[in-house]
Structure formats: C-alpha cells, structure tokens
C-alpha cells in the first residue's frame, strides 16, 4: 500500500474497522452517518478500495459472523495492524498539515 | 431483483475482469441490492437510478484499475509503469470532464442533444445509403452478376429494353462468356388460405433461380426442365410467404398450393430476405412457354441477368454479345434491325436511379453535423473563455501543454460519445419515420435497410470525429493563453476571430442546404402544379385480376355499379392514368406503311370502356369518343394529341386506318381513328405527356388486369363498399386492390419529389436555426466582452443608435462574408442536382436571392437583440467591473 497520501474515501473505509468489524453495507451505513452525508460511498467505489486494501494487507476477511440469521452472503472486514498502523499515519499527515496550517494562523489555534 | 439491481449486474459481468469478479462480484451484488433498496425507499425509482448512475465512475475505475493490475504483473517494468501512467491520466481526464460536465449541466445537454440530432440524422441517411448503394445484392457471388437488355439504334448507352422470348433463347444458347437467365413479373390469386390474396410473384426462365446463386432454405429450386409445359406444376415460395401463410411448416415441402386455380407443388423454400427481382415477391414459377411462344419475337416482356463464366469479363461478354446482335440483325431484320445489347453489372442498374437523390441527401445530413460541430466548437469556446483563468493556473502549476489539451479533447470526446448515444437512438426513430413513407419503401432494396453493425460503426465513427473537430478548436487555442492571467476576463482577440470564422462557415453551409432545398421545393411546387391532364374530383379507383375470360365481366359490372345512388360514371381500363407507361406495341399506318427494312417505334396503349374519357375528366378535341357499337367486328380507337402529332403532324388523323403489333400478331386486325382527345402525363408529372391509343375492350374482351374508375356526386368511399360487394357476388374469389381516389394516383406521382424536398427542408431548417443562433452567440459574446467599451463610448456621449450599429454592423459584415461564401458554394453544388429537378435551373435567381434574403433578415434580428442589450450598459457599472 503506497505511503502517499490516502484518498478520503479509504481514509473513511479505515476510520469505519477501527473499532468495529463491518461488512459492506454497514460500511457505506456507517462513513454517511459519521460525515453528515458529506462522504457518499457507492457500492462500486467501496469495493474498488476493500480490493486494493485487501491486496495491500490493511484489511482482512473475519472467519466469525455476527449473528447466524445474516445473509450468507455478507463479509465482514477486519483493520488488520498493517491497516491500522497505515490510518495512523494518514491522521497524524492531517494533524501536521493541520499544525502547519494553525502556525500560519490559517484556522484559530486549538483551545 | 429490481431493473436496476439487474443492469448492475450486467455491467458487473461485462465491465470487470473476470479476477475481480471471481472474488467480489456476488457480494457486490448484495450491497449494492441494500444501496438501492435505500435509494429506491427514499427516492423512488428515480433514486434507484440516479444511484445506478453514481456508480460507474466506481465501476470504471475498477474497471481500469484491475485490468493494469493483471496486466503489470505480465508486462515489462518500463513499459507497466508508463502504461500505468496513461491509464491514471485517462481515467484523470475522463473524471475531470464528467465532473466538468455535471457542473454545467445545461451546456452538456444542449451539446448532446444537438450532437444527438445531427449524429441521428447522419445515422438513419447512412442505414439507406448502406442499405441501398453499399451492400452488395444478396445474391451468390454478385459481382459476377450483369443485367442485358436491348437497346435501340438512338436510346442512351444504358438503356436496358426487355427481348422476346425467342431472342432471349438465342442469347441463351449463344453465349459462352455469360450463363443466361430471364423472368418476367406475374401475380397470383391464391385460395384455399382464408379469403383469397392476390400475390405478387416471378416467372422464372431459363433458370434464374439457379443463375441467381442463391440455395433453397428448403427444398430445390425451380430448374429449367420444371419449365418444360409438360413438366409437372411447380412453385417456390419466399421465407415470408411460406412464414405468413404455412407459419413456416417445413412439412409443405411436396404438398400442393392453389394458385390462380391450378394446383402447384411446393418444391422449395428461399431464405429469409431473399425475394430478388424485388420485394415483395411471394413466389417463383416456372414460365413453361410453348414451341410457338418460345419463337416468339414481337413481344417484349423478359428481363435479362446473366453471370459471368470462369475467366469471362464484362467486356469479353460485351464483345460475344456485339457479334450475336450482328447475327440476330441479319437473320431478323424485321425484328431486330439496329438493336444492340446492352450489358451492364447487375447492381448499378437495380440502383443507379436513386443513387443521386441519396447522395444529395447524405450530402445534406453531413453538412448538418459540421454545423452542429462549429456550434458546438463556439460553444466550447465560449466556456473556454470562462476556464481561462483555471486552465491558466493550471499551466502555471506545472500541468504541461499537451496534457491540458488532451484534457479538453477527453471532455469533448466524452460529449461526442454521449451525442452518439443518442443519436443511435435519435436515428432509429427516424429511420422508423422515414420507412412509414411509402417514399422510402419504393426504394430498391428498401427492404433490406437496417441499423446493421456497419451502421453502427458509422455512428462511433462520425461521433469520434465530430467530437475531434469541434474539440480541436478550443483546445488550440486554451493552450496558447499563457498569458490568460494578467487578462482578466476580457478575452484575446484570437478567441472572437476563430468564432467568427466558425460562425461564417455555419452561415455558409446552411445557405448551402438552405439553397438544395429550395431549389427541391420550388422543383416539388412546380410538379404539383402541372396539369396531369385528368380531373380528379370525386373519382375513386380499384383495381382487380379476372382468373378467368369473362368478356362478359365488365359490362355487367358497370351496368351494376352505376345504378348505386351517387355513382355518375363508371368506367374500365387497362391501367390508371398517371400511372406510367403500363402497355405498348407497334403503331403501324395502314395507309402509309413502313418499308420492310424499318422496325415500327412502339407506342403506348391502354384497353377502356366507352366512359373511361368522361370518368377521369379526359377532353375530346377532334372526331368522337368511342362508343358501345365500336367492336371486335368493327373496330375503331382513340388517339391522343401528341399521339396525332407525332403520326400526323399536318394531316387530319380522323378516319385513318393502323393497327397494333406485329404483322403477324396484332392486337386487332385494322382500326380506323375516330377521335383525338387531349394527353395525359402517364410518364409522371415531370415528363412529356405519351402519345397514347386508347383500344375500346370490347375490341380487346380477353383482357384481365382491370382498373374501375367511379365518377361519383360527392363521397367517392360510401360509393366503394356497394361496388365491392357487387364485384364479390359476380367474381368471389378475386380480391379488390389498391382502393384509391384519383387524386390519391396522381399525388402518388409527386411524391418522390415531395420527400426529398421535405427532408432537405427539414434539414436546412435546422441547418438555418444553428447558424443563425450562432451568429447570436457570438455578437453576445462580443457585446460581454466589449461592455467597458461600449460603456465609455456612451459615458463619452455616443449615441445608442450609434452604438447599436456598431454591434449591427459587425454582425451583418459576418452574415454577408458567411452568405457570400455560402452562394459561391451552392452555385458549385447544385449542378450536382440538375437531375433531380424539374422546370428549375440548379442556379435559380429567385431561389438564391430567396436565401440570402432569409438569411439576412434572420441574421439581422439575431444581431439586433445583443445590440439592444448593448446601449442598456450603464456606463459607471461597466467602469467599475473593471
């Protein structure tokens, strides 16, 4: 997985498995709500990233399910340490870009 | 699964790899199921879709992305590394314009639909022309197929006369260059199926199935021994005849058909879409002459192909056919004196009468397209006016030249093909409408259009291009304004010059169409207004086939449709007026016979009832009209004008005697000319009227094609009804065809000219709006752009007469530079019509000055609106935009 910046919507894919595993649906579900709508996921889009996140290691497929009613077509995806180890440092560009930005007097200094 | 979880799933099985979809596609199949379950429940089925749409750039990336991820793994670093690279600024460009586009989301539809228009008109001209002039003949190797005639010592080059069977037969057995086939239109009355139908067919001699190349679908074909008028009765029927009446029950093959009364079997079935000579066509006989028949030399009925034997050519077939022409004039002076053999690819003779008019109008539809591209191009440019300053930071951010022009090709590339799209679909529609016209189905081979892949191709093609040349412009010139930052809006004056030189060639080529299709309407305008030389008010027709001789027929049907009430006059004939040349034999003076050695000119006749002059409105000039006493015993006819003045130029034709035919085979032995009445236009309305005998039935009672014409008081339908259900109870097995008034007949005779005209008008309607919209486009453009201008001038005083000139002013220096180039051209082209025009001369003062008016007048407005807004500049506000 590159270590260039992420794109907003991987970056919101990864945000999503921090604290929970999810499958595809509830991930769209989950990055509409915490945005405010702000960030659309389509199903196309998302399975375009879960592909290459896969692929770079960042994200697994969970062996367990949820519940044994859910449609068994469902996958959950799990953040593996790679994956969180990658978020991290996307935050932590923001927060320098953000920092710098605060030294500029771009946007007020945190209380 | 709703419509759009299914077109999802298509696009996942057509657009991805088959890797990715292995691995993700039914799960992505189930979300997206959940997406549009939510989409649907909060939007409707508007929702669903406009999420299906939100999902292809998604499915595009995917697309792209997977696809380079296979391939890398294969290829070379070097070359997987820029590959990957193009990739990633295709797909760059092609999310930047679809991106652009939604934010003008007015632009991007005026642009596709404009494009949608011209590609949809190019598309359903081109499906004729391909149809028409471009597909071979559906006939086994049909480049080696070529049409004889006989031609006459001064007809033109080309002329392609039908022979008598014995000459057909002597060509036949002469030639080595050319296998020979012949055949001759008949029709049939089929019973036994429900009512009975009258079909069209062809008589097959010498074998033209077989020369034709094509195999039966099922069964044999004819062969020249079922020729033979002892062989057994035989027929082949055609796909859809064999569909519409068997619904293709392969098991007819042997049993038997009733056709005119006699019982057929079935031998044979041909391919779908086969029905040459021409559609429709049900069926082929064999034509079965007898020895007499087959020595026949006076009647001139057979239509001629042949194909070229192994190693022959056109020309060595041409030379074998000079030396048996030789022979047959000098064995058969009487018959043959001075005729040659014409010999020409069977193709170019089935098309060559249409060939110019389809020309003329894919000629049209293309010049539309260029109008639309030069429109589109101002358009463009006018959005690159406002993208100045954003492509200048662009370029100032280090985005190189080449690759912001790539940018803006990908945005007009990516309009062309949506405008291609649509015009798929626009030109389906009208192709639908052009094949309603009766017009466009007389065509040959009209039943062969179709939107075909070739078609198809022609549509991506002229998209691509399209989309080229009216995105080259724009792009040229955004990718030289470097300097675009410091300019403000103002614009260069690069950008007005290069939309004044498209707005100047879109005039010019819609005065080009503009000109063709008012030279084609005055043409049609005059054509209808030609005295065909009949009345027409109140007159209806129909037309039957008698199976049998019934001499009888005719009277007494006459006698029983005019005592229905409203019926004036009812008269019979051998075919309609107006409706062509039908008939003809030798016209030979009695008095004033020809020398042996000089072969007799035919001429035109048709077979009537005592009434036929008074139901069609026909005036008698000399002598009378003929009656019921003028008989098989005594003969006696009628000539028309041009008839007489060709025969009898200073003499008094009345009371002199001539017969029809051949010496030994004449229609009636001698008749005398009783009366001379005036002509009618059988040719068509655009032709000299034919010298014409009009032969009384009573002289000629075996004829069966019969034309009813009912002079009625008023409404000629409420007569119909009453005349058919006297014809059924006397001949309840023929079918009644073709009921149509007179006026119904003669208009058939100008619609040829109507259709073209009506295209070509509704072309260059389009053609006049779009340039004329572009000449608004651009004066707006000018007054915007000029406004700090124009402000000073009138906060220095000018008046805003004097300032509205000056806008005026520029836009008619545009229209006369656009409407001068656009006169020159048309002077050029039309020459290229001269053939399909009547009475009018390709360069036509009225019309020209008629489209320069036009133009200037809707120019002129166009240039006066942005004027208007021009002296409306409150000169501090156009300072302080500065």
Redesign the interface.
Known sequence: MPTDPLSTQVFHILLSLVDDDL???AI?QDVAERTGGEV?L???????A???LLDAGWIEETTSRRRTSD?P???YYRLTAAGRQGARAEAERLERLAALARAKRLIPARR | MTRTVRAYHTLLATLLPAG?ND??A???L???A??DRSARGRRGAVGAWL?LV??????A??AI??RRTHRTIRAPHATAHLEANMLDALWQDLSFALRGLRRAPMFAFIAVATLALGIGANTAIFSVVNAVLLTPLKLGDPARLVALGERGKNSSPTALNSTSPASFYDWKSSSKALRIAGFSGVSGVLTGHGEPQQLPGTSSIGGLLDVAGVRPYLGRLINESDEDPAAPQVIVLSYDAWQRIFGEDRSVIGTTLDLNGTARTIVGVMPRGFSYPGAPNDFWVPSRFDGTFRANRDQYFIAVIGRLADGATIETARAEMDVIADRLNRDWPKYNRGTRISILPLQETIVSGVRRQLFVLMGAVAFVLLITCANLANLLLARAGARRREIAVRQALGANRRRIVRQLLTESTVLALLGGIGGIIVGKSFLKLLLAAQVTTNLPRAEEITLDGRVMLFAALASVIAGLMFGSAPAWQLSRSSDALRQGTRGSAGGQWMRNVLVVSELALAVILLTGAGLLLQSFSRLSRVDPGVKTEGRITFSLRLRETRPDFAPSAIDQISAVPGVKTVAVASSLPITGRSNGAWFNRIDKPLPEDVVPSGEAYRVVTPAYFDAVGVPLRRGRLLTSADRQEAPAIVINESLAKKYYPNENPLGKLVYLGAPDNRLFNSAPIVGVVGDTRDAGLGSDPLPMVYIPLAVMPKWPALSFVIRTNGNPSSVVSSARSIIRSMVPNTPIQNIRTLEEVVSAATAPARWSATLLGTFAAVAVVMAVLGVFGVLSFLVTQRTRELGIRLALGASTTAVQRLVVARGLAIVALGVGIGLVGAYGLTQFMKTLLYDVTPTDPATFAGVAGVLFVAAGLASYLPARRATRVDPMIALRAE
């Open positions: 499958h595809g649906y769209i659309k389509t199903a196309s889009t998302l399975y375009a879960i592909k290459r449609d077509r469902r996958r | 990715f691995a993700f039914e799960e992505l189930a979300v997206y959940e997406v999420a939100a999902e292809l750039p998604g499915l990336r995917i992305r997977e």
